[in-house]
């Protein structure tokens, strides 16, 4: 009787503990799974930023206005002196423009 009583205490005991243990596990995880979600939006918000300012930067006015500055190329009204090339991928293309410069350079990669 007295080795039941004592295996039953433990079963309780080990029950009780095992259920706090889960429980607090449980909440560890949901704070974790917070915070990964707070970083992951933060992340998506600052890369939304950079890639508004990349489209600034690589964007066709200022390449032509670099063009025109650095290079004194100047990008025509008409399309006649404009050529793409492509290369295997979409990725590789260049735009040719104006070959009135000895050597015709890429403004656009």
Do not use: W
């Amino acid at each position: 009787m007295n080795k039941k009583a004592i295996l039953f205490i433990l079963v309780v005991f080990i029950f009780i503990f095992s259920h706090y243990y889960n429980k607090h596990k449980i909440l560890d995880y949901a704070r974790q799974c917070n915070k990964l979600t707070d970083v992951y939006k933060s992340n998506k918000d600052i890369n939304l930023n950079l890639i508004t300012v990349n489209s600034k930067l690589g964007s066709r006015e200022r390449i032509q206005k670099l063009a025109y500055e650095e290079l004194g190329m100047f990008y025509s009204s008409d399309n006649a002196n404009v050529h793409n090339i492509r290369i295997n991928s979409r990725k590789e293309s260049f735009r040719l423009i104006d070959y009135i410069v000895p050597s015709a350079e890429a403004l656009i990669k």
